[in-house]
Protein backbone atom coordinates (compact mmCIF):
# COMPACT_ATOMS: atom_id res chain seq x y z
CA UNK A 1 0.00 0.00 0.00
CA UNK A 2 1.07 3.84 -0.60
CA UNK A 3 2.13 4.89 2.29
CA UNK A 4 0.03 8.31 1.30
CA UNK A 5 -2.61 6.30 2.42
CA UNK A 6 -3.74 6.89 6.42
CA UNK A 7 -5.48 3.65 7.53
CA UNK A 8 -8.88 4.20 9.21
CA UNK A 9 -10.55 1.23 10.87
CA UNK A 10 -14.08 1.30 11.81
CA UNK A 11 -16.49 -0.90 13.79
CA UNK A 12 -20.27 -0.71 14.85
CA UNK A 13 -21.58 -1.94 17.73
CA UNK A 14 -25.78 -2.69 17.46
CA UNK A 15 -28.43 -4.11 19.36
CA UNK A 16 -28.62 -7.06 17.39
CA UNK A 17 -28.72 -8.03 13.53
CA UNK A 18 -32.36 -7.45 12.27
CA UNK A 19 -34.05 -4.55 10.09
CA UNK A 20 -35.35 -3.26 13.92
CA UNK A 21 -32.09 -2.98 15.57
CA UNK A 22 -30.12 -0.02 16.06
CA UNK A 23 -27.18 1.26 16.11
CA UNK A 24 -25.31 2.15 19.83
CA UNK A 25 -21.96 3.02 19.08
CA UNK A 26 -19.41 3.77 16.05
CA UNK A 27 -15.47 3.79 16.33
CA UNK A 28 -12.49 5.07 14.50
CA UNK A 29 -9.32 3.95 14.90
CA UNK A 30 -6.84 6.93 13.56
CA UNK A 31 -3.15 6.98 12.71
CA UNK A 32 -2.99 9.04 16.24
CA UNK A 33 -5.82 7.59 18.56
CA UNK A 34 -9.42 6.49 18.94
CA UNK A 35 -12.87 8.14 18.03
CA UNK A 36 -16.06 6.94 19.72
CA UNK A 37 -19.39 8.05 19.24
CA UNK A 38 -20.98 6.28 21.66
CA UNK A 39 -25.59 6.70 22.17
CA UNK A 40 -26.57 6.66 25.71
CA UNK A 41 -30.49 7.79 25.25
CA UNK A 42 -30.32 10.73 27.13
CA UNK A 43 -29.00 8.20 30.53
CA UNK A 44 -26.26 9.05 32.70
CA UNK A 45 -22.61 8.97 31.16
CA UNK A 46 -20.45 10.54 33.94
CA UNK A 47 -16.67 11.37 32.46
CA UNK A 48 -17.11 8.55 30.37
CA UNK A 49 -14.20 9.44 28.05
CA UNK A 50 -12.12 9.86 31.17
CA UNK A 51 -13.26 6.44 32.79
CA UNK A 52 -12.46 4.90 28.89
CA UNK A 53 -9.26 6.75 28.83
CA UNK A 54 -7.92 5.03 31.94
CA UNK A 55 -8.54 2.06 30.83
CA UNK A 56 -7.42 2.14 27.21
CA UNK A 57 -3.45 2.72 26.24
CA UNK A 58 -4.09 4.73 23.22
CA UNK A 59 -5.62 8.47 23.20
CA UNK A 60 -9.26 8.20 23.29
CA UNK A 61 -11.93 11.05 22.74
CA UNK A 62 -15.65 9.88 23.46
CA UNK A 63 -18.73 11.95 22.44
CA UNK A 64 -22.50 10.96 24.14
CA UNK A 65 -25.42 11.54 22.33
CA UNK A 66 -29.05 11.50 22.84
CA UNK A 67 -30.45 9.17 20.37
CA UNK A 68 -29.59 6.85 17.22
CA UNK A 69 -30.35 9.66 14.99
CA UNK A 70 -27.98 12.27 16.83
CA UNK A 71 -25.08 9.25 17.11
CA UNK A 72 -25.61 9.04 12.99
CA UNK A 73 -25.48 12.89 12.12
CA UNK A 74 -22.52 12.97 14.22
CA UNK A 75 -20.69 10.74 12.78
CA UNK A 76 -21.22 12.06 8.89
CA UNK A 77 -20.47 15.73 10.97
CA UNK A 78 -17.14 13.75 11.69
CA UNK A 79 -16.66 12.00 8.37
CA UNK A 80 -16.92 15.16 6.06
CA UNK A 81 -13.86 16.60 8.24
CA UNK A 82 -11.61 13.73 8.66
CA UNK A 83 -12.35 11.33 6.37
CA UNK A 84 -13.20 12.81 2.83
CA UNK A 85 -9.86 13.24 1.91
CA UNK A 86 -7.81 10.97 -0.75
CA UNK A 87 -5.14 10.38 1.56
CA UNK A 88 -7.39 8.61 3.49
CA UNK A 89 -8.30 4.79 3.34
CA UNK A 90 -11.25 3.46 5.58
CA UNK A 91 -11.41 -0.10 6.43
CA UNK A 92 -13.28 -2.82 8.03
CA UNK A 93 -13.54 -6.54 9.26
CA UNK A 94 -16.23 -8.30 7.17
CA UNK A 95 -17.46 -4.57 6.40
CA UNK A 96 -19.18 -6.12 3.39
CA UNK A 97 -18.42 -9.44 2.51
CA UNK A 98 -19.20 -12.25 4.82
CA UNK A 99 -22.71 -13.30 4.24
CA UNK A 100 -23.14 -9.86 2.77
CA UNK A 101 -21.28 -8.48 5.82
CA UNK A 102 -22.55 -6.83 8.50
CA UNK A 103 -21.51 -2.86 8.89
CA UNK A 104 -22.05 -1.35 5.98
CA UNK A 105 -25.64 -2.84 5.23
CA UNK A 106 -26.37 -2.26 8.88
CA UNK A 107 -25.36 1.01 8.34
CA UNK A 108 -27.17 2.01 5.17
CA UNK A 109 -30.30 0.20 6.30
CA UNK A 110 -30.61 2.62 9.46
CA UNK A 111 -29.08 6.04 7.52
CA UNK A 112 -32.20 5.32 5.89
CA UNK A 113 -34.32 4.63 7.98
CA UNK A 114 -33.62 8.23 10.24
CA UNK A 115 -33.50 9.91 7.01
CA UNK A 116 -29.64 10.86 8.04
CA UNK A 117 -27.17 11.65 4.96
CA UNK A 118 -24.45 8.59 3.91
CA UNK A 119 -21.13 9.74 5.79
CA UNK A 120 -18.60 8.56 3.67
CA UNK A 121 -18.37 10.80 0.54
CA UNK A 122 -14.92 10.12 -1.61
CA UNK A 123 -14.06 7.99 0.65
CA UNK A 124 -11.77 4.84 -0.54
CA UNK A 125 -12.67 1.46 1.19
CA UNK A 126 -11.11 -1.74 1.89
CA UNK A 127 -12.62 -4.66 3.37
CA UNK A 128 -9.73 -6.82 5.36
CA UNK A 129 -11.26 -9.82 5.78
CA UNK A 130 -10.75 -11.27 2.41
CA UNK A 131 -6.99 -9.91 2.44
CA UNK A 132 -6.22 -11.39 5.71
CA UNK A 133 -8.06 -14.77 5.15
CA UNK A 134 -6.98 -15.62 1.29
CA UNK A 135 -3.26 -13.49 1.81
CA UNK A 136 -2.48 -15.30 5.43
CA UNK A 137 -2.90 -18.66 6.80
CA UNK A 138 -5.24 -18.53 9.67
CA UNK A 139 -5.72 -22.65 9.68
CA UNK A 140 -5.30 -24.28 13.34
CA UNK A 141 -6.21 -27.18 14.95
CA UNK A 142 -10.05 -27.63 14.49
CA UNK A 143 -10.50 -28.64 18.07
CA UNK A 144 -9.10 -25.29 19.01
CA UNK A 145 -11.61 -23.02 21.11
CA UNK A 146 -11.69 -19.33 20.85
CA UNK A 147 -10.33 -17.06 23.65
CA UNK A 148 -13.44 -14.90 23.32
CA UNK A 149 -16.24 -17.54 22.13
CA UNK A 150 -18.40 -16.04 20.28
CA UNK A 151 -17.45 -12.52 20.28
CA UNK A 152 -17.38 -11.41 17.05
CA UNK A 153 -20.48 -13.23 16.44
CA UNK A 154 -23.12 -10.18 15.84
CA UNK A 155 -25.77 -12.01 14.72
CA UNK A 156 -26.71 -12.69 18.69
CA UNK A 157 -24.92 -9.91 20.11
CA UNK A 158 -24.82 -6.69 18.21
CA UNK A 159 -21.23 -7.64 16.66
CA UNK A 160 -20.68 -9.33 13.41
CA UNK A 161 -17.18 -9.52 12.20
CA UNK A 162 -17.33 -12.44 10.23
CA UNK A 163 -17.69 -15.30 13.02
CA UNK A 164 -19.97 -18.37 12.83
CA UNK A 165 -20.99 -20.32 15.76
CA UNK A 166 -18.27 -19.53 18.28
CA UNK A 167 -15.94 -18.16 16.19
CA UNK A 168 -15.60 -20.16 12.95
CA UNK A 169 -12.90 -22.79 14.23
CA UNK A 170 -15.37 -25.83 13.20
CA UNK A 171 -13.84 -29.38 12.65
CA UNK A 172 -10.32 -31.02 11.98
CA UNK A 173 -8.26 -30.50 9.12
CA UNK A 174 -8.93 -33.83 7.34
CA UNK A 175 -6.95 -33.62 4.14
CA UNK A 176 -5.55 -31.60 1.42
CA UNK A 177 -8.50 -31.39 -0.94
CA UNK A 178 -10.32 -29.27 1.60
CA UNK A 179 -7.75 -27.14 1.94
CA UNK A 180 -7.64 -26.67 -2.09
CA UNK A 181 -10.94 -26.02 -1.98
CA UNK A 182 -11.11 -23.47 -0.02
CA UNK A 183 -8.29 -21.92 -1.09
CA UNK A 184 -10.00 -21.54 -4.63
CA UNK A 185 -12.78 -19.94 -3.27
CA UNK A 186 -11.11 -17.19 -1.25
CA UNK A 187 -8.99 -16.87 -4.47
CA UNK A 188 -11.97 -16.41 -6.56
CA UNK A 189 -13.27 -13.60 -3.88
CA UNK A 190 -9.91 -11.61 -3.36
CA UNK A 191 -10.19 -11.64 -7.76
CA UNK A 192 -13.31 -9.76 -8.22
CA UNK A 193 -16.27 -8.56 -6.73
CA UNK A 194 -19.68 -10.11 -5.59
CA UNK A 195 -22.11 -8.54 -8.37
CA UNK A 196 -25.15 -9.78 -6.78
CA UNK A 197 -26.94 -11.22 -3.13
CA UNK A 198 -27.72 -14.19 -5.12
CA UNK A 199 -23.53 -14.68 -5.39
CA UNK A 200 -23.37 -13.29 -1.71
CA UNK A 201 -25.07 -16.29 -0.44
CA UNK A 202 -23.53 -19.06 -2.70
CA UNK A 203 -20.49 -17.97 -1.94
CA UNK A 204 -20.78 -17.98 1.78
CA UNK A 205 -22.55 -21.29 1.58
CA UNK A 206 -19.15 -22.54 0.45
CA UNK A 207 -17.13 -21.17 2.63
CA UNK A 208 -19.07 -21.65 5.36
CA UNK A 209 -18.98 -25.53 3.93
CA UNK A 210 -14.97 -25.59 3.73
CA UNK A 211 -14.75 -24.14 6.61
CA UNK A 212 -16.09 -27.00 8.34
CA UNK A 213 -13.69 -29.32 7.51
CA UNK A 214 -10.99 -27.55 7.88
CA UNK A 215 -10.02 -25.08 11.19
CA UNK A 216 -10.03 -22.06 9.55
CA UNK A 217 -10.63 -18.62 11.63
CA UNK A 218 -12.32 -15.99 9.56
CA UNK A 219 -13.87 -13.86 12.50
CA UNK A 220 -12.48 -10.98 13.98
CA UNK A 221 -11.33 -11.85 17.18
CA UNK A 222 -9.80 -15.55 15.93
CA UNK A 223 -7.72 -13.88 13.36
CA UNK A 224 -6.49 -11.34 15.40
CA UNK A 225 -5.56 -13.87 18.38
CA UNK A 226 -3.60 -15.77 15.23
CA UNK A 227 -2.03 -13.29 13.44
CA UNK A 228 -1.82 -10.50 16.60
CA UNK A 229 0.10 -10.26 19.84
CA UNK A 230 -2.41 -10.55 22.04
CA UNK A 231 -2.51 -6.92 23.34
CA UNK A 232 -6.29 -5.62 22.55
CA UNK A 233 -7.95 -9.26 23.15
CA UNK A 234 -6.37 -8.49 27.13
CA UNK A 235 -7.91 -4.70 26.78
CA UNK A 236 -11.75 -6.18 25.50
CA UNK A 237 -14.13 -6.76 28.77
CA UNK A 238 -16.26 -8.97 26.91
CA UNK A 239 -16.30 -12.68 26.46
CA UNK A 240 -19.34 -12.97 24.14
CA UNK A 241 -20.53 -10.69 21.81
CA UNK A 242 -24.14 -11.01 23.76
CA UNK A 243 -22.41 -8.64 26.39
CA UNK A 244 -22.72 -5.51 23.73
CA UNK A 245 -26.58 -5.94 23.62
CA UNK A 246 -26.43 -6.15 27.49
CA UNK A 247 -23.75 -3.35 28.26
CA UNK A 248 -26.01 -1.16 26.45
CA UNK A 249 -29.41 -1.84 27.92
CA UNK A 250 -27.86 -1.91 31.94
CA UNK A 251 -25.61 1.59 30.67
CA UNK A 252 -22.79 0.19 30.93
CA UNK A 253 -21.40 2.69 28.66
CA UNK A 254 -17.40 1.91 29.54
CA UNK A 255 -16.89 -1.24 28.95
CA UNK A 256 -19.21 -1.30 25.55
CA UNK A 257 -17.09 1.54 24.59
CA UNK A 258 -13.75 -0.27 25.50
CA UNK A 259 -15.18 -3.10 23.36
CA UNK A 260 -15.75 -1.20 20.23
CA UNK A 261 -12.22 0.31 21.13
CA UNK A 262 -10.96 -3.05 21.08
CA UNK A 263 -12.16 -4.41 17.93
CA UNK A 264 -11.33 -0.85 15.98
CA UNK A 265 -7.83 -1.43 17.26
CA UNK A 266 -7.46 -5.29 16.41
CA UNK A 267 -9.04 -4.01 12.56
CA UNK A 268 -6.01 -1.52 12.21
CA UNK A 269 -3.28 -3.71 13.41
CA UNK A 270 -4.60 -6.08 10.97
CA UNK A 271 -4.80 -3.27 8.29
CA UNK A 272 -1.44 -2.61 9.03
CA UNK A 273 -0.57 -5.74 8.51
CA UNK A 274 -1.94 -6.38 5.39
CA UNK A 275 -0.04 -2.99 4.55
CA UNK A 276 3.47 -5.01 5.26
CA UNK A 277 2.81 -7.96 3.81
CA UNK A 278 0.30 -7.55 0.79
CA UNK A 279 0.35 -6.39 -2.76
CA UNK A 280 -1.89 -2.97 -3.65
CA UNK A 281 -4.06 -5.15 -5.58
CA UNK A 282 -4.94 -7.56 -2.98
CA UNK A 283 -7.20 -4.51 -1.11
CA UNK A 284 -9.47 -4.19 -4.32
CA UNK A 285 -10.22 -0.58 -3.38
CA UNK A 286 -13.44 0.68 -3.80
CA UNK A 287 -15.36 3.89 -3.67
CA UNK A 288 -18.37 4.59 -1.06
CA UNK A 289 -19.57 7.50 -2.61
CA UNK A 290 -23.13 7.14 -3.49
CA UNK A 291 -24.50 7.61 -7.00
CA UNK A 292 -26.66 10.29 -5.53
CA UNK A 293 -25.19 12.80 -3.11
CA UNK A 294 -27.00 14.50 -0.62
CA UNK A 295 -28.47 17.90 -1.81
CA UNK A 296 -28.45 16.44 -4.69
Known amino acids: MSDRLDLVAFDIETTGFTVDDE ?17 TDRRPAPELEQTVQQRVPDTVRVST ?15 AARLADDDVLLVAYNG ?26 NSPYADLMPIITNRFNTTVDGSASSDDGAASDRAA ?5 GGGDGGDRVGDIENNDADIKI ?12 ENDEEDIK ?22 ATLGDGTYDELDPFTDSSEAVTAFEAGRFADLVVHNVADVLRTRHLGRLAERYCSKSDFSLKSLTPTIHAGD
Not at 65 to 79: D, I, K, M, Q, T
Not at 96 to 121: I, K, N
Request: charged share 30%; glycine share 10%; with cysteine.
Open 65 to 79: HPSERALLAAVGEFA
Open 23 to 39: VTVIGFALPMGVRVFCR
Open 157 to 161: GGDCD
Open 96 to 121: ERWRAGFDLPFLRTRLATTDVAWPFQ
Open 203 to 224: TAAAESDADERVGTRRDLAGVY
Open 183 to 194: NEIDNEIGEKDI
